[in-house]
């Protein structure tokens, strides 16, 4: 995220031939940043309704290795 500002910053158009600037650089995050979210929201809703993302109660106090394994750890 800060390597993509600054490129904004320190753009030079006489070097690189491009006109970089910061406002354009923060776009092009806030929308990475919103994509990236709402895709990472619906893949998730996806795997909860499906196979669910949490173990339940008593699974959590018996212990995750005992009940999603079997094994025992002493």
Known sequence: IV???LTGVFA???L??????VATQLLGVGVT????GVVT?????LVD??????VTE???REGLDV??????VD
């Open 67 to 72: 009940a999603l394994h079997g094994e025992r």
């Open 49 to 54: 309704l499906t196979i669910g993302l949490r």
């Open 16 to 21: 690189s031939g491009l006109d970089a600037s």
């Open 3 to 5: 390597g993509a500002i």
């Open 33 to 36: 940043l919103a994509y990236s």
């Open 12 to 14: 030079v158009k006489e």
């Open 58 to 60: 008593e699974q959590e």
């Open 41 to 45: 929201f619906v893949l998730l809703k």
